[in-house]
């Protein structure tokens, strides 16, 4: 008879045969004794349930979530013409209602980041999804008359989004390295784009199949909640650095103050981040008003008639969505395919690779901005999409891992910041403001959302070359990065036990 590391006997077992422990080491046979006693079913189901408890599991749970925080994030954008429809506002009205998500997102980050360096993540994240799926669900209850306080349960939601962004990428920065992270995170990262699609598709199909729009705020949370218990039950808490100290531990933490320091100094870490603003500035403003653009353009055309109905069409969130899931699967497999071979060529691959994507696709988008033709936001969107996964592997290689949350936090905050937290309101603006000029008319409404959507192509541009910047020092800052880990790690060998 042998036994567990629980003191439970473990059937069909002999005394010379050693059994595997739920902690995975080999241990010898035990012969039976008194003290002995039979496994209960609770062991039982938590050896099945430690099983289960694998990286690669606890990567595909964290991918999910990621999916559905972006898909609760653009579900509103599926239903945008509803929703201004219902509440009587404006394009800058509208566009408001992204612009305090993401504020509220940017200024959550840097604190879960502290958090997410220092206390249990993956409590923190599941509080995060808990938080943000009730009020999403409340936030379908607001009537017409309380705009405003629609407005702030989408910065609530941000804040509990906030939380899963910030903190999630670590967890698998501990659990991978080289270029199994580099896939691993390309997976999570994919979340981004698929949950982005997902969201539209999900809006318009529960708008038209409830006969109301409220119904596409009340789908998510469900699924949230379901996500949030996943990672408490199956998702482990890795400890910091152990994919990156090849054996060792690390012998003591910096401070929050040093950790910033750091950070301001690494010159890789500074201008992907900027690089990764750019990138969200065209995301943000491009997943608010394409659909609405392509509405217009197809009034302009003749070939659909402007929405006088409770219930508008949503062929084109349908359209876009779909478009979004496939460019981002697409993205993310060509940059992390693209990325693997130039590794082969040049160390600097990384930052090369997406600064060639984004000069490219200013391109692409700069013609879907003059001519809404499916094709040139297809090639565009892909492109953009490519740099999602390897701007977050620039940084593990570029950061320490005690102050990965806290860098992704603050990334967080910069791309946001100066990125998408403005541009939806700031393309609105400029729509509005070239309405009030001129008379206004079906065309004029489509032309002067085009010409405020042409703002994007250049600040891609200007990203692409935050990118070169980023490859003249990459080098440097991941040899910098990687001797200070050896300075901060104590080999296995000299910790007493």
Sequence with gaps: MCVDRDGCEIEGCSSLDEVRTLSGSMSPGLKSNPDLHPCKPGHKFRAALLKCRSPAAAAGILSFGNVLNYMDRYTVAGVLQDIQRHYGVSDSGIGLLQTVFICSFMVAAPIFGYLGDRFNRKVILSCGIFFWSIVTLSSSFISREYYWLFVLSRGLVGIGESSYSSISPTIIGDLFTNNSRTMMLSVFYLAIPLGSGLGYILGSSAKVAAGDWHWALRVSPVLGITAGTLILVFVPEPKRGSADQMGGRIKHRTSWCCDMKALAKNRSYVFSSLASAAVS???????????????????????????????????????????????????????????????????????????????????????????????????????????WAITADILMFVVIPTRRATAVAFQSFTSHLLGDAGSPYLIGLISDALQESYATSALWRFLSLGYALMLCPFIIVLGGMFFLATALFFLDDREKAEKQLSQLTLPTSSVKV
């Design 281 to 387: 500035f065209a995301t943000g403003a491009f997943g608010m008003w394409i659909p609405l653009y392509l509405v217009r353009a197809q009034v302009v055309q003749k070939t659909a008639e402007a929405c006088t109905k409770e219930i508008c069409s949503s062929t084109d969130s349908l359209i876009f969505g779909a478009i979004t899931c496939v460019t981002g699967l697409l993205g993310v497999v060509i940059g992390a395919a693209t990325t693997r071979f130039c590794r082969q060529k040049t160390e600097r691959a990384d930052p090369l690779v997406c600064a060639v994507s984004m000069l490219g696709s200013a391109i692409f988008i700069c013609s879907s901005s003059w001519w809404p033709r499916r094709v040139c936001i297809f090639i565009g969107e892909t492109l953009l999409f490519l740099n």
